[in-house]
Every structure is written in C-alpha cells, then in structure tokens.
C-alpha cells in the first residue's frame, strides 16, 4: 500500500510539473516576452532552478553570474543588474496576465525582495470571489494564495492522478468561462480613501537621486534610485566606509555630494514630501584629527527658505557611519516648476548629501510609516504598503515558517527582529498615534516547533523617547491562546532631533517586534 501511496504521490507531482512546465512556454512564447530575451532568459533561469529542486542556489550573486554574465568579483552592493532586471520581469508578467495570459488558471509571479517563482493557481473552492480594497490594479485580485494542486487519494495511484487530470482541467475551463480575474474597484471610492491617508501614501510621481553615484540602483523595496542628476556645483565622494547603521541600504551612504552645492528638479504642481539622506563617514573618531560630532555644520534651503541651519549629521544621527533622514512636509514647486535645494556648510567645513526623495504629499502632515522586520516590501490584506526593516539598530532578523493564529492576515507575522534593539524613525513635529505588531512564538529563532509547544516565555521593556510605553511586557501571557499581540498608543512626540527613537530592551529572554506603524494625529489643516 505505502508503495501505491508513492507512486500516487509521483504521479501527481508530474501532473503539477507538466502544468507549470506549459505554463512557462505559453508565457516565453507570448509577443511580450518575445520582444524581451534578457527578461525570457531571466525568467527560465528562474523556473528551471526552481523545477530541479534548486531554489536554495537561487541568490542574487548566482544569478548576475549565470544570467548576466558578471565576473566572480560581482558587488550586489555596487552593481544593482539583478535587481533592476528582476523589477523589470515582475512588471512584464503583470503587464501579461492583465492581457494575453487573464484567462490563465496558473500564473507565475515573482515576489518582490524574493526571486523565487510562484506558480499561483487561480482557483476557489467556492463560487464566489472575495473582494478586497486596492490602490493599485495589481493588488485588486481574488484571495487565493494557494500555490498547489488539492489532489484527494481515493485509494490508488490511478485514482489520484485522475482527480489531479480532472481538477486542473476544470481549472482552465472555469478560468476561461469567467475571464475577470481582477476586481475593479470603485475607483472614486478608492482615491478618496487614498487622500484620506486611509489606505496608506498617495499616489504619484517619485523621485529618488543617490548624491554623488554614478549609476542607478534598486532599493529592497523595488524603488529604483537615480544616479546623480540636477545639481550644480560640489564634488562627488566615495567612501570607503563598510558599516552604515540604520539602513537596509548601506551602499546608498557610501555616496555624497560635499562642498557648496545646488539641486534643481522640476516637479508638478502639488504638495510634496521630501527626505534627506545623510551619513558622516568622513569625520569620524577613528579618522585623523577632529571627528564625531561638531566636525560638520551646514544650512540647507528650499526655494529661499532656511529647512535647517547649523546642522550637524553626527549629532543628529548619534554616530557616525549611521544614516540619518531628515523629513519635511507641504513642499512646492516654486513659480518655475523647480524645487531649487542649496546646501551650503559652515565653519569652513563642506555641505554633504547622500541621498535625496521627493514624493506625493499628503495636506497637513506626514505619509503614514509602517515597517516591516523583513527585507521585503508587503502589502498588507487591507491594502496598506509596508515597507521593508528601517531605522534600526541592534537585534536579529528571523522568520518562521508555521502560520501564526489570531489574524487573518497571517504573511504579516512571518518574520521578526529580536534581541536588544532600537529604531529612529524620522518624523516631523507634531502628535503620533504608534501601533507596534507582535507574534508570540512556539519555537526559539532557528529552532523547529515541537507539536503543540507553548509560547516562549519572552519579557521586555519597550521605551519611545525615554518614556515606557510597555514594562515587563509578558508577550506569552499576553497573548493567551492565540499569537498575534497589537499594542497602540497614542500623543507620541518627536524629540529634539525630529525622531521617535524606540528601544526594546529584554529583561528574560529576548525583545522582539513584527512591524511598527506611525500615523500622524489630528485633521488636515
């Protein structure tokens, strides 16, 4: 019998095979990838790895060198071709199975921050489509992130493999009898909501510029940064810098432009947003003469209009080599369309900027921030967008593979950052509203889930700004019989430096956190 069960299995897993191996032809051979052989090319690298059982040996390195044909000495950090190509594919089987591939009963996606494929099947168990809200077409799809086909044994191989034939057949025909696999939203309802801040930041051009870099590159949450552009005057600067603190992005701070210097970037009508990114690895303790905080001073302006003066990114930052953003709300254009930025030092001493983003605005305060312990971008089941991990410092990155209970969104809570550790978000002045995301686990990181093992016993303190937010928080007596534990505060306040510093510090076991959301207070002005 267990022989029968085996080969039941085999057979099954061809059938599934079969299916995905199809369904990577029709998607190579559609006019979309026909005219694209680099992305086709990246595409079957992926699924062929992913078909012979090779997942583990897809890595950013392996693929530059296998795809791209870069050298052994390949810098992920320096040379961003695997993440650019990857964002380009992603775009390219989106821009497909809204047209050609709809009707498709399997569609191949890949991640964002993974470059793993999927072969999603699009298919329910009831008749009805559930609806959810969404901001951007992309995320207005049936829920039904299921990745396999459900084959039931019904006592032997030939059996199962029937049921498997039948199942996916039936899954092609209904696909193609109800072509609309995207939901519309009520798109009046939609932009309305997204003004509102209710759905997260609205939408809009963006505009990132790495100061001082000479190529392009891709951030961890698919946002693609420019090379240096717009400026007049100053000096580019490299350093040689390895640690950078704070950032997911440590070769985004490697860069600047220093010395007296201007950007002009033109920009449309409207309110923005913008963020200054900064590193002091030049003057540190362990350079020659001065260093640390006092070495560098400087002024920036807007349009005319002083955005901070004697302004000194070690102080503010609180070291050096760790990134520091500086945010400042309701920019315009000037009369001219241009957004004129003069950095000007002080003391002697050079003005520096590493990094320089600009986007859509919302009235009267902030977008809201929400981060994930994840080196991933997510968008949460009710449509809001999160980032990957930011600002910290301190801790470890885990993730775990049984689904937490007491959600119904239970991809947020995959992952965490444990240990003793802090974030520095960078906010405007004004009242916050926090809510910090946990998931009490059964297992300690890197350890397997005994069968019905009890949560870990975890105790901690959680400060914002010196203030206790939580004391001797028991995270396994929180949350009882299920995992998932939500705390909110509200009437949180930057400190001196424009921050809402967070530390979690442990006092048995180990701090941890999920995620962390900041919304502003209070109404449009």
């Not at 078909?51 to 052994?72: D, H, M, P």
């Not at 520091?324 to 957004?339: C, H, T």
């Not at 937010?469 to 396994?476: D, G, K, S, V």
């Not at 995992?483 to 306040?493: H, N, P, Q």
């Amino acid at each position: 019998m267990e022989g029968k069960d085996e080969m039941a299995a085999a057979r099954a897993e061809t059938v599934e095979m079969a299916s995905h191996r199809a369904e990577l032809d029709s998607v190579l051979s559609s006019q979309e990838f026909v005219r694209a052989p680099r992305l086709a090319h990246l595409l079957s690298y992926l699924c062929e790895k992913t078909f012979a059982g090779e997942t583990n040996q897809i890595k950013e390195y392996s693929i530059a060198l296998e795809v791209f044909n870069r050298g052994a000495s390949f810098d992920q950090d320096s040379d961003s071709i695997v993440r650019v190509e990857a964002n380009r594919l992603r775009k390219r089987l989106a821009e497909y199975y809204a047209g050609e591939g709809a009707t498709h009963a399997i569609q191949i996606t890949i991640p964002v921050g993974q470059y793993v494929p999927r072969f999603e099947v699009r298919l329910k168990d009831t008749g009805e489509k559930e609806k959810m809200p969404a901001t951007r077409p992309e995320l207005a799809r049936e829920k039904r992130w299921w990745t396999g086909p459900r084959i039931i044994a019904l006592g032997g191989g030939t059996a199962v493999l029937l049921i498997a034939t039948i199942w996916i057949t039936y899954g092609v025909a209904k696909h193609r009898a109800s072509p609309q696999s995207v939901v519309q939203p009520d798109e009046a309802r939609v932009q309305s909501e997204i003004a509102g801040g209710q759905f997260g930041p609205p939408a809009g051009d963006e505009i990132r510029i790495l100061a001082g870099a000479t190529r392009s590159l891709v951030d961890h949450a698919g946002k693609l940064w420019s090379a240096d552009q717009g400026f007049r005057g100053g000096t580019s600067v490299r350093s040689a810098a390895q640690h950078v603190g704070r950032t997911l992005e440590p070769a985004f701070y490697r860069t600047s432009r220093q010395g007296e210097f201007r950007y002009d970037i033109p920009l449309k009508s409207g309110i923005y947003e913008m963020r200054l990114h900064f590193a002091e690895t030049v003057y540190s303790p362990d350079t020659t003469g001065a260093g640390g905080e006092g070495s560098r001073l400087m002024t920036v302006r807007a349009n005319g209009q002083t955005l901070v003066s004697h302004f000194d990114v070690v102080g503010d930052a609180g070291a050096s080599g760790t990134a520091d953003v500086k945010v400042f709300a309701g920019l315009r254009p000037a009369k001219d369309g241009v957004l004129h930025l003069e950095f000007s030092g002080e003391e002697g001493k050079p003005a520096m900027v590493s990094g320089i983003e600009i986007l859509p605005g919302v009235k009267g305060h902030i977008r809201p921030v929400r981060v994930l312990a994840r080196q991933s971008p997510y968008y949460s089941n009710d449509s809001h967008w999160w980032s990957p991990d930011n600002y910290f410092e301190g801790g470890q990155l885990a993730s775990y593979a049984q689904e937490v209970t007491g959600t119904d969104d239970p991809e947020l809570y995959e992952t965490e950052r444990w240990g003793n550790f802090s974030y520095s978000v960078p906010v405007t002045p004004g009242r916050y509203s926090v809510t910090l995301h946990f998931a009490a686990r059964r297992s300690k990181p890197g350890e397997p889930v005994g069968q019905g093992a009890d949560h870990v016993a975890n105790t901690f303190n959680v400060f914002c700004n010196g203030r206790a937010l939580l004391e001797n928080f028991q995270l396994a007596a929180e949350a009882g019989k299920k995992d998932v534990v939500i705390k909110r505060f509200s009437g949180l306040e930057p400190n001196a430096q424009g921050k809402l510093d967070f530390n979690f510090v442990p006092v048995d076991g180990h701090a941890t956190l999920t995620g962390l959301e900041i919304l502003p207070e209070g109404k449009d002005e």
